[in-house]
């Protein structure tokens, strides 16, 4: 059994693979804990999920599905599958500091169940973000709190750790298998009670950005509407 479990959601990723995984397990390997790491695949279409293939080890495995499924439906799955008791995951780019997992795993040891990086607290640290994403993901965020009472400053910083036995149950209700899956978490862990907590993060996007900023966010905006009217 690990301690830790770190899921890497993976589509088209081939510039950056080899790279930044090495240097996630080189984080792993220097915080001396016991852990495995799951390579997230699905539907790609670069070199990705030839590259997984060759990164699998002892401590790495991949799930993965020629079909793509989103990157909630991904982490659903992984955390499912997941041996540790505590599963953190980041988003490939590494846009999140790795300096950060430990106090990810700190938050975790001190009794939270879910703590996620934030963009939005005294403290954070963001770079190479166009002023408009910044403002409307402000925006989107005061939105949640208002809807949904969650007082949570970042829902979307794709750097998260739970605790997994806490976030299971909760996997079985998540209707939303892609960007929207991370505020329809905290939001539902926020209903059932569950503890929460955000650490100040170094935060720096990836020079080509590929979010459509508009669909995405009416997208999510709507998934955040959507939901509203269900629970
Ligand atoms: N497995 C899987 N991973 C996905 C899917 N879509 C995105 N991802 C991964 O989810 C993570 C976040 O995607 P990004 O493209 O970085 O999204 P973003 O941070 O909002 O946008 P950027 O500004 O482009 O970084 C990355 O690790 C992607 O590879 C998917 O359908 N399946
Ligand atoms: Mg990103």
Redesign the pocket.
Same mark, same amino acid.
């Given at each position: 059994m690990s301690e830790i479990s770190v899921i890497?959601?993976?589509?088209?990723?081939e510039g950056i693979l080899l790279n930044n995984v090495s240097r996630v397990k080189d984080a792993l390997e220097n915080l001396g804990m016991d852990y495995e790491i799951i390579l997230?695949?699905? !539907?790609s279409t670069d070199e990705s999920p030839f590259i997984v293939k060759r990164l699998v080890s002892e401590k790495m495995r991949i799930m993965s599905s020629g079909k793509?499924? !989103?990157?909630g439906a991904?982490l659903n799955r992984a955390i499912r599958s997941a041996k540790g008791n505590i599963v953190i995951y980041m988003?490939?780019?590494l846009?999140t500091d790795l300096k950060h997992t430990k106090d990810l795993i700190k938050e975790i040891r001190k009794g939270a169940d879910i703590c996620t990086g934030s963009r939005f607290l005294p403290g954070s640290k963001v770079g190479g973000r166009k002023a408009l994403r910044e403002f409307l993901s402000r925006g989107y965020n005061m939105m949640l709190r208002t809807m949904f009472d969650t007082s949570v400053k970042d829902h979307q910083c794709?750097f998260k750790a739970f605790r997994r036995a806490a976030v299971l149950p909760l996997l079985e209700e998540m209707e939303n298998n892609?960007?929207f899956w991370d505020s329809e978490l905290l939001i539902r862990a926020r209903l059932k009670g569950l503890t929460i907590t955000e650490i100040p993060v170094e935060w720096k996007?990836?020079k080509?950005? !590929?979010?459509r900023l508009r669909t995405?966010i009416l997208e999510m905006g709507a998934a955040a509407l959507f939901l509203r009217f269900r629970i």
């Open positions: 890497i959601p993976i589509y088209n990723e997230a695949e699905d !539907g793509k499924l !989103g990157r991904t988003d490939a780019d846009a794709g892609h960007w996007d990836r080509e950005s !590929g979010v995405d």
